[in-house]
């Protein structure tokens, strides 16, 4: 599975973005896709992720509230939403799959930088 993730750029604070992450090779069909990001000299974070089979989402309490994961059946496409963004939410973000009720994320795309300035 080939995953990429795009959608980042640079914005304001309070600002939204929409990340996506589509998958070639195959469809979404049987597996969990995750978020995460890394910032600058810090440990890489979960951010969020969804079940492509039943549509239930889960997201990490630094970005509750502000962050939502969604899906569209027909493009093959999760996205990220990401609203009142913070400066502490600058990162490269990363899609990553993983089979349903599995814990090891099998596969992972390239990252897409998110800059939030303040």
């Known amino acids: 599975v080939q995953l990429q993730a795009c959608g980042g750029g640079l914005v304001q604070a309070g600002g939204s973005l929409r990340l996506s992450c589509a998958a070639s090779g195959r469809t979404f069909n049987g597996y969990v896709v995750g978020w995460f990001r890394q910032a600058a000299g810090k440990e890489r974070e979960f951010v969020g992720q969804?079940?492509?089979?039943?549509?239930?989402?889960d997201v990490g309490d630094s970005v509750r509230g502000r962050f939502a994961c969604s899906r569209d059946n027909a493009e093959n496409t999760v996205y990220l939403q990401m609203d009142s963004l913070k400066p502490e939410d600058t990162a490269v973000y990363f899609c990553?799959?993983?089979?349903?009720?599995?814990?090891?994320?099998?596969?992972w795309g390239q990252g897409t930088q998110v800059t939030v300035s303040s």
């Open positions: 990553a799959v993983r089979r349903w009720l599995h814990n090891v994320w099998d596969f």
């Open positions: 969804i079940s492509w089979n039943d549509g239930s989402t």
